[in-house]
């Protein structure tokens, strides 16, 4: 007698920063659970999924993981965007977890088992002057990571996005804080702070950088050709990813290696990039872009065209999704690398994860299904907080890209 979905709900908490996790629990009693936070807009997820989806699992076969995947996408006739798949994702998570947990073998085992001994994964560095990023590399350098993303502060701005500047943070009265961007002293300052990264690691550490979708095509391709004496691993999101096309150009004047994606919804935001090879690496969340099933799919086309994957993984998405991107990538041919932020203390407390980092490399871990466990008591500590990621604004006020 396959098992049925019983139950289906949504908890949101704020264990060092706000997650929506879905809860579905069998009539066998196994309970799977899935990620569907999207940072700055979890309210929005949540009432999609308890008003909208939750409803309509009850009573499904538990074991349809595709069958219900189609049903939520195909059915809902409103498809994509970041709210609706980040639901839809977040259901295909937990019912991966409820089929290893069902089978008792660990979700990559059933995607065709481990293609590597682990996964290749990089961390974030930053400072904002040079030695201070110098340090925050080495930190991560001595913790074992053999790749590493840097950024730094820009001279003459008060605030980068996810740098530490020495300006105390101005208040926001519960709003947005607003980053003032100046492109050019962007552009004249960059290649400099990288050049210096890469002579204090040396030629095997790979080094990345984010620009966060805030250049033009052509201010992208300069930037691109100022970093090639640095051979970065990759520069990523030098434009904002709609516009696919964007990248052709870039891509005609740069061997510095291009990644674009995290904000990416489905296969069709990626399309054209892949198709076109404009890029190196497709950069989509698991979560995001809708879970473990469509991203199976993205994967296999993107190594068509000897694109690689390298999946999101900030901490901005909780440590369910970071599970369900392990298990694929370690199953994954075509896997680049996968982004590791970490997690504060409060939120490990919550999320009790199985998987494991060893010198650079992360590994799933063989608990049944994804293999980590949510726990509802420790979360009821951590109410949900509103909470924003910040505008980024010329010095005139006009809103820009990022
Ligand atoms: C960043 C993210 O990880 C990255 O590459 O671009 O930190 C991103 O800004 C956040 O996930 C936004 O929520
Ligand atoms: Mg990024």
Known sequence: ????????????????????????????????????????????????????????????????????????YKGGYWRRGPITMAAIGAVDLALWDIKGKELGVPVYQLLGGAVREGVLTYAHASGWEVPQLLDAVDEKLEAGYLAVRAQSGIPGRRSVYAVASPEPDEPTNGFPPIEVWDTDAYLRHIPGVLEAVRSHVGDSIRLLHDAHHRLTPIEAARLGRDLEPVRLF????????????????????????????????????????????YIDFVRTSVMHAGGISPSRRINDFASLYQVKVAPHGPSDVSPITMAASL??????????????????????SVFRADYSFDRGYLHPGDAPGLGVEFDEVAARAFPYERSYL????????????W
């Open 234 to 277: 990759w520069l990523e999101d030098v434009t904002p990813g709609e516009n696919q096309e964007a990248l052709r150009l870039v891509r005609q004047h740069t061997t510095t290696p291009l990644a674009i994606g995290e904000v990416f919804n489905t296969i069709w935001d990626c399309m054209g990039f892949i198709s076109g090879q």
């Open 390 to 401: 910040p505008v980024a604004e010329r010095e005139d006020g006009t809103p820009i890209d």
């Open 1 to 72: 007698m396959p098992s049925t979905i019983e139950s289906a709900e949504v908890i949101v908490c704020s264990p060092g920063r706000n997650y929506v996790t879905v809860k579905i629990v069998t009539s066998d009693g196994v309970v799977g659970w899935g990620d569907a936070t999207v940072n700055g807009r979890e309210l929005a997820v949540a009432s999609y999924l308890r008003d909208h989806v939750c409803p309509l699992l009850v009573g499904r076969d538990a074991q349809r993981i595709e069958q219900t995947w189609q049903w939520l």
């Open 327 to 348: 298990h694929l990538d370690i199953a994954t041919p075509n896997l680049g690398i996968q982004e590791y932020m970490g997690y504060a203390p409060d939120t490990l």
